[in-house]
Each structure stands twice: as structure tokens, then as C-alpha cells.
């Protein structure tokens, strides 16, 4: 498997060598409530990317409740605690997904980036130069919650899309986030999709909660970036270890998703990013300023 991903890796590499004129979009995939459809959203929009030719690069950084790999069905053999050890080289340990989409693997053994002693974030710097630019777009899977690993991968980021549900207890989660991340670490923007609602009514009914409490206390820019239905095939693309979008192309989940990553692939050109995917690993050196002190 990791033999295979290797070589993969390697052709992306080449190809992402003559496609340096666009930087890596390093895009968070967030959320203040666990449960709420994150890793779903984030996989799927992946592969949707990739079948629009897009070089694809999954980070799994829920680094307790790891499950890109389990949600494919993918064995996983080695992770980047091999990388810290320096049996690996991050190359060797990314993991081909579906369309052929790149996914460095949760870290077992690591259960918090902020806890990585400083040559093991310089370890894992040096490895990322070495995979800088090789990709269209870095999605990472953060914890939910307002934990100092969530703070650091979204404050690290170009992008953060935030991932609700109608339920009340996912706004308050997610304003208590945005509000840290606006606060504390001076965040501009946020985007949000509104997963597994029955109707786009409902899903614009949840943002409109969201962003009228967002507007009135706080200064940052809420984007409604789209919305997700409920849908028994999600389930069933669960159980089966398969990707929705690959398992059921044509229901209305699928359907969904790709227009949230073609909504993605517009801003492609027009966003004003903060920085590359060196950037993001970058601010690894500085991580203990982060999620250390907030008052949600
Ligand atoms: N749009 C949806 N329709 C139906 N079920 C969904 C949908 N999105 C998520 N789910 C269900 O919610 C579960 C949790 O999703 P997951 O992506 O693992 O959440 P998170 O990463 O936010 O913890 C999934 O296993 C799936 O059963
Ligand atoms: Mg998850």
C-alpha cells in the first residue's frame, strides 16, 4: 500500500512541478461540535476536487478521533509518528484515496500537535518542503472543538470552513469557535456549510441564526458557502468503507457536494490567501502561542 502511495506521491510531485503557478490552498475543515458531518464533507470535497483534476492532499489532524482511513476502508501501515522517529519520510507515508487523492494519516501516538517537542516539528517542516507545491489543495480534518490543536490548524490555514448542522448545540459550538478565532487570533473570514439538513430552507435557517449572532457581537466575515442534505446514502457509503460521491454519484448528497466544491474551485483564483502550504507548516515552530488562552 505504502509502496504504491509512494510512487503515487511521486508522479503528483512531478506534475505539481509544472503546475507552480497556482499556490497550495490549505483549507481547514472545522467545527465547534463533533459529529456534524466534518470528515464526510472533507473527503467527499476532496475526491469531487480531484475528479475536476485538482491534486489533492488530505490531512488527517484529528489526531483523537482519527477517520479519513476508516471512512475509505484504507490500511494504513505507517503515520507521522514514523516520520518524528525518522523512519519515514512523509513522501512514504501518504496513502492513496480514491481518484487518486493523497492522505497523510492520522499520527497514532501523537495526541496533540501542540505537544511535538521542537525537532519534531522541524522534522516535520523539512518534510513538508520537500511536498510544497506539488498539490492544488491541502484539506485538513481538525478536531471539533476549541482545543489548542483546532486554534493552531485553522489559524495555519488559508481558508477555514466551518461545518454545521441545524442542531442548536452545533451554533453555539461553532460560535464559541468563531469567536476565539476572531477574538483571540484576529481570524477576517470563515465560511460555512450547512451538512445533513432536510432542505436548503432549514440549511439557510441555520446560518441565519449563526450569522446574526456572529454579526452583532462579533468582527469577522461569515460566508454561507453551501449546504449538504441529509441522506440515507450516507450511511450506507459508511458502512461500506466507500466514498458517497464514488458509492452514489447521482444522489442528491453527491449532487451537493459538487456544487460545494465547484463554489471551492470559483474562489480558486479570487481569494487573497494568507500563505502556501509552507506557510501552514511554517507557524508549526510557533505553536505553543496557540489555543493557549481564551475566555469562550
Ligand atoms: N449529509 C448527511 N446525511 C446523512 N448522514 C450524515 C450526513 N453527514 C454526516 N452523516 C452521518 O454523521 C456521521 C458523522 O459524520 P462525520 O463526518 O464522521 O462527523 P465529524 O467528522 O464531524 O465528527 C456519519 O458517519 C454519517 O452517518
Ligand atoms: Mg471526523
Redesign the pocket.
Known amino acids: 500500500m505504502n509502496n504504491h502511495a509512494t510512487s503515487h506521491s511521486q508522479v503528483v510531485k512531478e506534475q505539481g512541478a509544472t503546475q507552480m503557478s497556482t499556490p497550495t490552498r490549505v483549507i481547514s475543515f472545522t467545527?465547534g461540535k463533533?459529529?456534524?458531518?466534518?470528515?464526510?464533507?472533507l473527503v467527499n470535497t476532496g475526491i469531487a476536487l480531484a475528479q475536476r483534476g485538482r491534486n489533492v492532499l488530505l490531512f488527517d489532524a484529528d489526531l483523537g478521533l482519527a477517520?479519513i482511513d476508516v471512512l475509505l476502508g484504507i490500511q494504513v501501515e505507517y503515520t507521522l509518528h514514523d516520520v518524528f522517529e525518522g523512519r519515514k519520510t512523509l513522501d512514504e507515508i501518504i496513502v492513496e484515496g480514491p481518484e487518486g487523492i493523497s492522505i497523510i494519516p492520522a499520527a497514532s501516538g501523537v495526541d496533540s500537535i501542540c505537544n511535538l517537542t521542537f525537532q519534531e516539528r522541524s522534522i516535520l517542516l523539512q518534510s513538508v518542503e520537500g511536498i510544497a507545491g506539488s498539490y492544488d489543495y491541502l484539506l485538513i480534518d481538525t478536531p471539533?472543538g476549541i482545543g489548542s490543536d483546532v486554534i493552531y490548524f485553522n489559524c495555519a490555514s488559508n481558508e477555514i470552513v466551518c461545518?454545521i448542522n441545524g442542531e442548536p448545540t452545533s451554533l453555539t459550538d461553532a460560535y464559541a469557535l468563531i469567536k476565539v478565532l476572531s477574538r483571540k487570533y484576529g481570524e477576517k473570514s470563515i465560511s460555512i456549510l450547512v451538512?445533513?439538513v432536510a432542505s436548503e430552507k432549514h440549511a439557510q435557517q441555520a446560518y441565519s441564526r449563526l450569522s446574526r449572532a456572529v454579526n452583532q457581537f462579533l468582527h469577522i466575515d461569515l460566508r454561507y458557502l453551501g449546504w449538504?442534505?441529509?441522506?440515507?446514502t450516507?450511511?450506507d457509503a459508511?458502512t461500506d468503507q466507500r466514498a458517497v460521491i464514488q458509492e452514489y454519484p447521482s444522489s442528491k448528497?453527491s449532487l451537493a457536494i459538487s456544487s460545494f466544491a465547484d463554489r471551492i474551485e470559483e474562489d480558486y483564483h479570487r481569494l487573497k490567501v494568507k500563505g502556501g502550504v509552507q506557510f501552514f507548516f511554517q507557524q508549526l515552530l510557533d505553536v505553543n502561542n496557540y489555543g493557549k488562552e481564551y475566555d469562550a
Open positions: 467545527s463533533g459529529g456534524v458531518g466534518k470528515t464526510h464533507s477517520n471539533a461545518v451538512n445533513n449538504v442534505p441529509s441522506d440515507a450516507v450511511r459508511v448528497v
